[in-house]
């Protein structure tokens, strides 16, 4: 499902998120360029520990900041099928890089994770590296 560019704010992104946590189709949603922010960012997280189809996500510029990127780390944790999230030019800090990295640490499941154009440090970017290392995925920092 695309949804790109349609000017979604919080209030869509929530509804979007209640629907995933009982969809058993949807295998793909697309939701960049829109104005979802964190509250959907979090809705859409804890979706995330509940579904069991959806394959890839992407929130690509979204206007996520680093309360919707623990979030999403968290449901990582517990998601065993998303194989692809890309997260890239949001407003992500070291908060939520120091997350994902415990994420991957359990989560086997993931096979892509696009995370340019955010605002790691220098050495949040290299501890993500090291904990993608032996592992099939690719990693855009």
């Known amino acids: 499902l695309y949804l790109d560019h349609s000017q979604l704010g919080d209030d869509a992104g929530k509804v979007l998120a209640e629907a995933l946590k009982t969809n058993k189709a949807l295998q793909m949603l697309y939701l960049d360029n829109n104005q979802l922010g964190d509250e959907a960012g979090k809705a859409l997280a804890e979706a995330l520990k509940a579904n069991t189809t959806l394959r890839e996500l992407s929130l690509h510029s979204s206007q996520l900041g680093d309360e919707a990127g623990r979030a999403l780390a968290e449901a990582l944790k517990i998601n065993g099928n998303l194989r692809k999230l890309w997260l890239g030019n949001n407003q ?30 220098d050495s949040v970017k290299e ?15």
């Open 92 to 121: 992500f800090g070291n908060e939520t890089g120091e997350a994902l990295i415990e994420a991957l640490r359990t989560n086997t499941a993931l096979g892509e994770l696009y995370l340019a154009d955010n605002r790691f440090s």
């Open 127 to 141: 501890s993500l590296r090291q904990a993608k290392k032996g592992r099939l995925f690719a990693l855009y920092l």
